[in-house]
Structure formats: structure tokens, C-alpha cells
């Protein structure tokens, strides 16, 4: 089970443990956004620091409708307890999970600020 809280914005924060090449490992803190079907977004300056590998250039639609490309890197995660290998969209915003990073979880919110966050395996 993963655990987080609501913030004063009234969006859905989690740590997230992400692990380099080397085995060395760093906490983000992340957004929960169900607009976005990816696994996880990083500032491109903690993909440089973290020294993840490159692994192609993709098409996204942001919020806004426009289509954009960006760099996807590879990453571990410890995700539930476990590594997780999943790809990284380089992205100059806040940290975001999305849902393929969900996939077999259920996400229970108290959208209240200071609410809780759960994220569980589905039975």
C-alpha cells in the first residue's frame, strides 16, 4: 500500500523512491494526475542528475490540447515496495504519476487538504 495526503492545491501528493543506473536512489515527491495516461514525469534537471537513460522521443497532448514531443527515459521506481521498470517523460513541470503507473491499483482520495491518499492492489 502507498500512502500520501492531499495538499493545500488539492492535489494528491505520494513519495516515490527513483532509482539510477548506479543503484543510488532519490525521493520525489509526485502529483497524482488521472489526465495523464504515462507512468511518471521528471524535470529534465533530475533525469540529468539521476543520469537516466535515453530511449526515444514521444508525441504528447498536454492539457491544453497542443501536441508537443518530449524525451523518455528509462527509470526503476520502487513502487508498492517493489522495483518497478517503467519509461520517464522529461517534463519541465512538477513531478506527475499517471495511470499507467496505477495500473492495478485502486486510488482512494479525501479531497480535503490534508485528506489521505491510498493507493492499494486491486484483490
Same mark, same amino acid.
Given at each position: 500500500?502507498?500512502?500520501?495526503?492531499?495538499?493545500?492545491?488539492?492535489?494528491?501528493? %505520494?513519495?516515490? $523512491?527513483?532509482?539510477?543506473? #548506479? @543503484? &543510488?536512489? /532519490?525521493? !520525489?515527491?509526485?502529483?497524482?494526475?488521472?489526465?495523464?495516461?504515462?507512468?511518471?514525469?521528471?524535470?529534465?534537471?533530475?533525469?540529468?542528475?539521476?543520469?537516466?537513460?535515453?530511449?526515444?522521443?514521444?508525441?504528447?497532448?498536454?492539457?491544453?490540447?497542443?501536441?508537443?514531443?518530449?524525451? %523518455?527515459?528509462? $527509470?526503476?521506481?520502487?513502487? #508498492? @515496495? &517493489?522495483? /518497478?521498470? !517503467?519509461?520517464?517523460?522529461?517534463?519541465?513541470?512538477?513531478?506527475?504519476?499517471?495511470?499507467?503507473?496505477?495500473?492495478?491499483?485502486?486510488?482512494?482520495?479525501?479531497?480535503?487538504?490534508?485528506?489521505?491518499?491510498?493507493?492499494?492492489?486491486?484483490?
Amino acid at each position: 500500500m502507498i500512502r500520501g495526503e492531499v495538499n493545500e492545491y488539492s492535489e494528491a501528493i %505520494i513519495h516515490l $523512491a527513483v532509482r539510477a543506473p #548506479d @543503484g &543510488s536512489e /532519490r525521493e !520525489i515527491e509526485a502529483v497524482i494526475d488521472t489526465g495523464f495516461n504515462g507512468s511518471l514525469t521528471l524535470p529534465s534537471a533530475v533525469i540529468t542528475a539521476f543520469r537516466l537513460p535515453w530511449r526515444s522521443r514521444g508525441l504528447v497532448t498536454l492539457a491544453n490540447g497542443t501536441e508537443d514531443q518530449c524525451d %523518455i527515459f528509462a $527509470a526503476s521506481v520502487v513502487w #508498492d @515496495g &517493489s522495483p /518497478r521498470h !517503467i519509461l520517464v517523460e522529461a517534463a519541465e513541470t512538477d513531478p506527475l504519476v499517471g495511470m499507467m503507473l496505477l495500473q492495478g491499483y485502486r486510488l482512494r482520495v479525501d479531497v480535503i487538504q490534508g485528506g489521505s491518499v491510498i493507493i492499494e492492489t486491486l484483490p
